[in-house]
């Protein structure tokens, strides 16, 4: 019996003593396991951070070379440079950033400059774009109908912008009729970045992204047989390009407006009994039919709204058309609408105030679509002796004005408020119901106003007026100062362009001077032209990266 249970007791310490073995085993095992995942997991995890910070590497490379292509800075080591010149610029290649590098280059083909047309009209709200063609658009990125910024993601048989963003950066979409311009001009960048370094990577990512360029146009005195313009960032980019337009009919540009690169319109300055009226259309300024005008009828600003909606102003003419005597005196006010230019009578649709002796010289306009209508809603056109027109969106009808001194520069922010300058340093503001006088700081006369809008509030922060004898004053939200651009010569024309938080100025005037505001302070630019410059308009005074890809090897 007692044998039986010690052999009982040896077998059992046996196969507790296997048991045991076997835990070891398994436990040494499972050890090793939760070590090999413990130590893969950390690994999968850095790899995954490694990776993402290689990501924000290549776009801190996008948005230095974003910087360096629309900085207002025009020189320097850290200025302004051309979509061309991406690949071999030192600050773009081979830069340490952080714990990588990151190399930029320009993809080839940019920048694309290029034009088609609506297929069909489009509403507000359709997030498919019908053209004539896309071909030779990137394949993404941004166009410009009407004004309209609009970015998508593809394109679609050719014919289709697709994966639509309406109203990029403005919030702003409005419908467009069939034949509206589409216009592109943008620079596709390639950003890649490594770590630690691009010639032995750890880890590596490129991405592909688009940016908006800048593009603007100044025009002025007749030169010869030859209209005068000048050409900003393009076909040269950085620089004011000489654009001649030689034509028998040349003259005198006195006004511009550019809806987009592909659409804008000019006026100046009567050819025997035609009205000046030259278009653009994406390649060349062409004339366009003219009504009848009168000897010395000069037209003395434009505003383009749409593709199919224009409006100019000029002096004031006889009203019994026959240009020389008799009658009382009729405003000059010239409408397109997409097919011809009507000149407005107060009989017609639209109409003008009636006929009156008292009635002054128009010298500027600017109308917009306040509600996104598709249409003009709202504008001004202001004139000698204090004269204010105002369109009400059907017809054009005189207000009460605050001031007698002459009017020489108009701007509309919206549909409460609205801006005008003239002689003796006069400014006056619109808010929403009644014009009234505004402090001025010189008594200088100004000649043309522009003012941002840039937090879409309805009232702008940003203001810049310019004169005679080299004057400007700016606005800051609150009061105007002044800002003077240091030239002697009379300036005619002022715009900008929206590169927050700073400042990018165009002003030109007498003798083909340009003079240029970078947020700090005023220089001189080149023109390439010696004629004297009335007008200036710029095109995308908004600028963003869009259209983002990443290309993977």
């Not at 998508?152 to 912008?161: D, E, K, L, P, V």
């Not at 030239?487 to 590169?499: E, I």
């Not at 004629?531 to 200036?536: A, D």
Request: proline share 3%; with cysteine.
């Amino acid at each position: 019996m007692r044998r039986d249970i010690k052999t009982s007791l040896h077998r059992q310490r046996g196969y507790l003593m296997i048991v045991a073995v076997i835990l070891i085993l398994l436990v040494g095992t499972l050890s090793a396991t939760m070590v090999s995942l413990f130590v893969g997991s950390a690994t999968a995890t850095n790899n995954f951070t490694q990776s993402n910070n290689t990501y924000y590497l290549a776009e801190a490379g996008f948005e230095e070379t974003a910087r360096l292509l629309l900085t207002p800075t025009l020189t320097g080591s850290n200025g302004r440079i051309a979509c061309a010149s991406i690949s071999s610029n030192s600050n773009l290649t081979n830069t340490s950033f952080g714990s990588g590098t990151f190399t930029a280059t320009t993809v080839s083909g940019s920048p694309v400059y290029v034009s088609t047309t609506l297929s069909s009209a489009i509403n507000s709200s359709v997030t498919t774009i019908p053209v004539a063609s896309t071909s030779g658009f990137a394949a993404a990125g941004r166009i410009v109908i009407d004004g309209e910024v609009i970015n998508y993601g593809g394109t679609s048989g050719g014919n289709s912008f697709i994966g639509v963003q309406r109203g990029a950066n403005e919030n702003y979409n409005t419908p467009h009729a069939s034949g509206a311009p589409v216009a592109q001009y943008q620079c596709n960048v390639n950003v890649t970045a490594g770590i630690p370094n691009l010639t032995s990577p750890l880890y590596q990512r490129t991405i592909q992204q688009s940016l908006q360029l800048q593009e603007g146009w100044a025009a002025g005195a007749v030169s010869g047989s030859n209209f005068v313009f000048t050409r900003w960032n393009r076909p040269t980019e950085v620089s004011w390009s000489s654009s001649l337009v030689s034509n028998s009919s040349a003259a005198t540009i006195n006004s511009i407006s550019m809806l987009s690169n592909a659409d804008g319109w000019a006026v100046g300055n009567v050819v025997g009994s035609a009205f000046t009226l030259l278009n653009w259309n994406g390649s060349s300024w062409t004339l366009a039919a003219s009504p009848s005008a009168c000897s010395g009828q000069n037209l003395t600003g434009v505003s383009a709204v749409y593709h199919q909606e224009a409006w100019a102003v000029g002096p004031t003419t006889k009203s019994n058309g026959s240009c020389t005597s008799g009658g009382q005196r009729r405003y000059t006010v010239l409408y397109w609408n997409g097919t011809s230019w009507t000149t407005l009578t107060p009989s017609t649709t639209p109409s003008i105030p009636a006929d009156s002796n008292s009635n002054q010289n128009l010298n500027a306009v600017a109308v917009i679509d306040a509600t996104q209508s598709g249409a003009g809603t709202l504008g001004f056109a202001v004139g000698n002796s204090g004269t204010i027109l105002q369109y009400n969106g059907s017809n054009w009808v005189s207000v009460s004005s605050p001031t007698t001194n002459n009017l020489f520069g108009v701007y509309v922010v919206s549909g409460s408020e609205a801006w005008a300058v003239g002689s003796s340093g006069t400014i006056i503001e619109w808010n929403g119901s009644t014009w009234s006088t505004v402090s001025s700081p010189t008594a200088t006369q100004l000649n043309s106003i522009a003012m941002l809008d840039d937090t879409l509030s309805g009232h702008a922060e940003t203001g810049w007026a310019v004169g005679n004898s080299g004057v400007a004053i700016s606005y800051n939200g609150s009061s105007w100062s002044s800002n003077n651009t240091g030239s002697a010569s009379n300036l005619y024309g002022v715009a900008l362009f929206f590169t927050n938080p700073d400042q990018d100025i165009w002003a030109v005037g007498a003798g083909g001077t340009i003079m240029h505001y970078n947020g700090t302070s005023w220089a001189s630019v080149t023109s390439n032209v010696t004629q004297q410059l009335n007008g200036i308009s710029l095109i995308a005074p908004q600028q963003y990266a869009f259209a983002e890809e990443e290309i993977f090897p």
